[in-house]
């Protein structure tokens, strides 16, 4: 028998939770995790749940790349290095505070050298 309500319509695709959010990560296979994790001694997980967590993921992603990327550009490089991703992170209090607090270690990133502001010459602006 023909169903009367889908005749003459067209198929439509199916949407990804992510796309149904507005996201770029992925929010089933965070959902997955957490499931998976027993993450509160639970595996039962709800989609707005999973979602939240991409979206949090997607926006600390997203504001590190552009920190790293205003670096890059700042040295005139064209591609974000870990050094770039370590500068970001270290300058931005806020991140600085998220990661770790005072002492910022990152693979590959390199020493953050100190300079005491005595040996910092003093530039004054011309009015």
């Given at each position: 028998?023909?169903?009367?309500?889908?005749?003459?319509k067209k198929w439509t695709h199916r949407r990804t939770m992510s796309a149904r959010h507005g996201l770029k990560f992925p929010c089933a296979r965070i959902?997955?995790?957490?499931?998976?994790?027993?993450?509160?001694?639970?595996t039962r997980v709800s989609e707005d749940a999973a979602c939240y967590l991409a979206a949090v993921l997607e926006y600390l992603a997203a504001e590190v790349l552009e920190l790293a990327g205003n670096?890059?550009?700042?040295m005139k490089k064209g591609r974000?290095?870990?050094?770039?991703?370590?500068?970001?992170?270290?300058?931005?209090?806020?991140?600085?505070?998220?990661?770790?607090g005072k002492d910022v270690y990152m693979r590959e990133a390199g020493q953050m050298?100190?300079?005491?502001?005595?040996?910092v010459p003093n530039i004054k602006k011309k009015t």
């Amino acid at each position: 028998m023909v169903n009367l309500k889908t005749l003459g319509k067209k198929w439509t695709h199916r949407r990804t939770m992510s796309a149904r959010h507005g996201l770029k990560f992925p929010c089933a296979r965070i959902k997955r995790y957490l499931k998976r994790g027993h993450y509160g001694g639970t595996t039962r997980v709800s989609e707005d749940a999973a979602c939240y967590l991409a979206a949090v993921l997607e926006y600390l992603a997203a504001e590190v790349l552009e920190l790293a990327g205003n670096r890059a550009r700042d040295m005139k490089k064209g591609r974000i290095t870990p050094r770039h991703i370590k500068f970001a992170v270290v300058n931005d209090e806020e991140l600085k505070e998220l990661v770790g607090g005072k002492d910022v270690y990152m693979r590959e990133a390199g020493q953050m050298c100190y300079l005491h502001p005595d040996f910092v010459p003093n530039i004054k602006k011309k009015t």
